[in-house]
């Protein structure tokens, strides 16, 4: 039986619905991960194995694979954790499978080594910039932007330690609280220094392509975002909504499909973040992975018919791709933060909120009598609306509708 080998999973979303997909084309399907514990039935029940190895390791990964099965029934090795990407590429690589070399993945997970590589192809798509590792370092950019401005890790996921810097006082306190970050969600350590980057203004768009091996970049489409705005929310994902119109999508593609060329993006799925500002493109992040937080793997479908979590799939298996949406539909996502600290005990009219029209989904992410504290990073979203309409417009209306009306049970004491 041909073998899928994913290196650890999302578990928002695309790692469900991926691995669905690979057993129903009847491969057999293992998932590599440094903590079985942490993974829901809901992925486990189509996996054939879980192995319990350490998946920063490469080598203890090729030697649980080889005790597990022969080398030649693996025909694909993929990832759908933003964490395990490089990881999940050397270990391709390794079999000679389909892959994005470690090397360009290794360079879009470093946010400071792009922004140098964005300047080889078109210095223009790059905000103002800097690396810094103490204050000193910071005056040039000071000087040439002014305050306020971004500080943020140069790696690192979620909008974890992003933030809008607005004195020099809050950028020393910024410097001394980075020093004590440790290592970031999946255990690695956050790379030396602070990447400062200017503040651009316009409408904020996220957008995605799969790439078949030796073929052309593919256009899934653009999502247009809403970005929560308040004192230490700056830069979380509230709200997005596709298709994002033609006009912008082209706008995006245009400019930004020439840089994936010529940073030797091969195979696979990748998405930007990035901004319109008049007629101009700004990129925000690259990411070398299907959108997550149910964007890519639920959102895409509902509006198309197509899933590009499905095109992970096939793309790793070396796969030609055509992509030929069936349905025009507008689809929205509305994400459920805490609106005061307490403990989380679940959403009290979901019944309710999920039989109205329209509605696709509702979704709780958060774990149930945890203590949350109004969210400051992605990781704080507690859940998710999904919900459908005749355009992208019209179905973030009533995704932002129905969040308002969906009532947070959120308790000071569980005693």
Known sequence: MDTIIFVEASQ???????CRYARQCGYS?????TDPGRYPQAIVQYCNHVVSVDTMDVYEMVEA???LMSVEDIKAITTTSDFSVVEAAQL?????????????VRLFKNKYAVRQAIDLVDSSLNPKYCLIESLADADEFIESTGFPFIAKPVNGNDSLYVKKVRNIEELEEYLVIRDRWGVDASGRDFAIGVLLEEIIGGEEFCVDFLKPVNGDLILVGAFRKIISNGLGTDYIKIGASFPAPRGETKLLFDKISPVLNQLNFEVGAVNIDCKIVGADVKILEINPRLVGDQMGSHMVEIATGKNPAHAVVDLAMGKNLEWQPTISRGVAIHRLTMPIAGYFLGLNNKEEMIALAGVESIKVLGI????????????????SVIVSHNSASEAMDLATSIAKSIKINIKKTLH
């Open 29 to 33: 399907v293992v998932l590599l991960t």
């Open 368 to 383: 149930l009598n945890n203590w949350y504290e109004p969210a400051e990073s992605n990781q704080g979203v507690i859940g």
């Open 12 to 18: 928002t979303g695309a790692g469900e619905v991926a």
């Open 65 to 67: 694979l080889a005790m």
């Open 92 to 104: 391709a690589q390794y079999y000679l499978l389909p892959t994005n070399t470690p090397d360009a």
